[in-house]
Every structure is written in C-alpha cells, then in structure tokens.
C-alpha cells in the first residue's frame, strides 16, 4: 500500500520523487513457464547498489497479470523501501489496465507510469483525456503522465498528446502527479511547454540521461525516470546527485566521460524507432553488463544480434565503466537460472 491518500498524491511526489529511476524487466524461467523470482530479487538489490531512487517494473514481456502481481510482491519484499517501485501499465486494454493496477497497488508499487495500449486509436484529444481519466480513477496511486511519440497520437497534434489537453488532464485529475514530457521527441520542445506551463503544479521530468542531465543544471528538476540509465552502471544517480547538490560544472565535466557509451545506445535506439516499440531484450542485455540478472525473454520480442551486444560493450569499456568479463553467451543463461 503506498504510504499516501490519492488526495496527497501531489504533494507526496513533490516531497519524495527525488532522484533517478530506471527499469526492471522480468526474468524468467528457462524453460519461459514462469518467473525467476531468484533473478527479480537479485535485480532489486543491484538497483539498490547502484543507487537508484525507483525502478520501473516493466510489463511489456509477455507477462499475465497474475505474474506480475507476484513480480510486484517479490520486488516489494525485497527492497523493503530501499527502492520506489513504478507499476507499468501497458497491458492490453483499460479493463485489464485497471485490474492490474489495483492489483500492483495491493502488492507493494507506489507510483504508476501510464502507456496506452497498442489497439487504442484515439482521434481527438478528448479521446485520450476520457481514457486517461478512466484509468486514474480506478487507482489511488499517482501517475505519471507519459506524452511520447511511442503512442502515434501525432495525427491529433505535433506534440502527440496534445498540450491543452495536458494542461485539461492536469487540472481535472488530482493523482496525475508526474509529466515524463517527451512530447515532440527527438526535439526537447515538449519538455520546454510543459515545464514552463505545468511544473508548478506537478513534477516535469524528462528521462534520457544525455538531454535530462544538461536540463538539470538549467532548470531545478527532481527527478528522472523512467529510461535504461542503469547501462551506465552508478553514474546517471551520481551526477544528478552532484547537480542537484550545485557542483553542476563538475558534473558536465564528468558528463562527457562516457560519451562512447551514450552513442551506442542512441545508436541502439535509432535501430528500433520504426518498431515504435522499446527493445527490452537489448535493455536487459545492458542491464546485464551491468551486473544485473540477464536470462530470456518471452516472444514476441525484439530480438539481439551478436554486432549489437559487441557495439554495447565496446562502449562501455571505452567508457571505462566496467562491463561484465562475462562472455555473452552467460547472458542468455542469466546470473540466477531456474
């Protein structure tokens, strides 16, 4: 149960939501039947070295809703309030969005990101306003609004969704507490508008460490999340700890030190913009470089090739951010197989 009532959804986030959350995506079995809670445990605590604030559990693998609410119940358990657990709905219809929610908000998640679904064809702005309101009140938890040209809403407005109908959604519904604003992407002119417009009324954030950490020392932003900064191993959390506490010079400086690995992984995601879809396989395998569990995934999913993963470590290791020696084979295997 989240430590808050709905009516201080606001107000809780502004006091709380301070640092950096990235994603965990469900390991398996290797047989693919069922979850690896001995992976998904080993996951939270690496969050918690690393020095994340919050962690995204990702639903787009495939995973029931009865899956995830264990996924959920174990996450909870293991990190004990060490680390802020993000509920992703992005299941298959408001229907089966609502049921899951309820369920993870019993189970231990604190906040929720918002997708909509991939068969939701809104057209008029209205349409995303009527969905976004059905689904926040099915739910005492606070969400994060998530403007992004994934949703393919740019037949209503450049922006996606459109900005009147944010600022609509912001003043009609109390637990919207949060704008992950990557309306407009790959421009920055979504953020821009909703800061300027919404960020003294909820948290604005935008989650790519490469724009996000610059935009931190320009504007007295809380939070980033949700993205894969775990690729990075500490770094994302350290520097946005450092430009939160004023050394914002210092942290620019250190900020280029691993622009190798940045590179590859804006590489990885101009490979997969046409997909319109997250490459969670190559989010786990960077994950996994990382320390993290690794394992397989279930179809449908993106799959990873072999230049992809060489290009990945590369980079780190030009980064000099210590990838696992591992060989990448142990990837598919995982650190914790059941």
């Not at 057209?123 to 739910?139: M, Q």
């Not at 912001?170 to 949060?178: A, G, L, S, T």
């Not at 993963?309 to 995982?334: C, F, H, N, Q």
Request: proline share 7%; with cysteine; charged share 25%.
């Amino acid at each position: 149960m989240a430590e808050y009532r709905k009516k201080e959804a606001r107000e809780w986030a502004r006091e709380k939501m301070k640092g950096v959350a990235n994603v965990i995506i469900p390991s398996y079995s290797h047989d693919l039947r069922r979850l690896n809670e001995r992976g998904i445990r080993h996951d939270v605590r690496r969050e918690i070295e690393l020095g994340f604030w919050g962690a995204l559990l990702v639903s787009e693998t495939a995973i029931t809703v009865e899956e995830y609410g264990d996924f959920v119940t174990w996450a909870a358990d293991e990190a004990r309030g060490r680390l802020r657990l993000i509920h992703h709905a992005a299941f298959n219809t408001l229907d089966e969005n609502i049921r899951a929610v309820q369920l993870a908000e019993r189970n231990g998640c604190e906040l929720i990101l918002l997708s909509y679904p991939s068969n939701f064809y809104p057209e008029t702005g209205e349409e995303i306003y009527d969905y976004t309101k059905a689904f926040c009140e099915a739910t005492n938890l606070g969400v994060i609004l998530f403007p992004v040209p994934l949703w393919g809403f740019e037949r209503i407005h450049p922006a996606g969704m459109p900005p009147a109908i944010i600022r609509k959604m912001v003043d009609d519904i109390p637990n919207i507490v949060c704008i992950k604003a990557e309306g407009g992407m790959p421009t920055i002119g979504g953020f821009v508008e909703t800061w300027l417009t919404l960020s003294d009324k909820v948290v604005v954030t935008f989650p790519i460490e490469s724009e996000a950490l610059p935009l931190a020392t320009l504007v007295p932003m809380q939070f980033i999340g949700t993205s894969n900064s775990e690729y990075y191993g500490p770094t994302v959390p350290r520097l946005f700890n450092m430009i939160r506490d004023g050394q914002k010079e210092k942290a620019m400086e250190l900020y280029w030190n691993y622009h190798p690995a940045r590179m590859a992984n804006e590489q990885l995601f101009a490979s997969t913009k046409g997909a319109h879809f997250i490459h969670r396989m190559a989010w786990k395998y960077q994950a996994w470089l990382q320390g993290f569990n690794g394992g397989p995934l279930r179809h449908p999913t993106m799959r990873l090739h072999e230049p992809q993963m060489k290009s990945l470590r590369a980079a780190l290791v030009a980064s000099k951010l210590d990838p696992t020696p591992l060989p990448d084979r142990e990837y598919w295997i995982g650190r914790n197989p059941e």
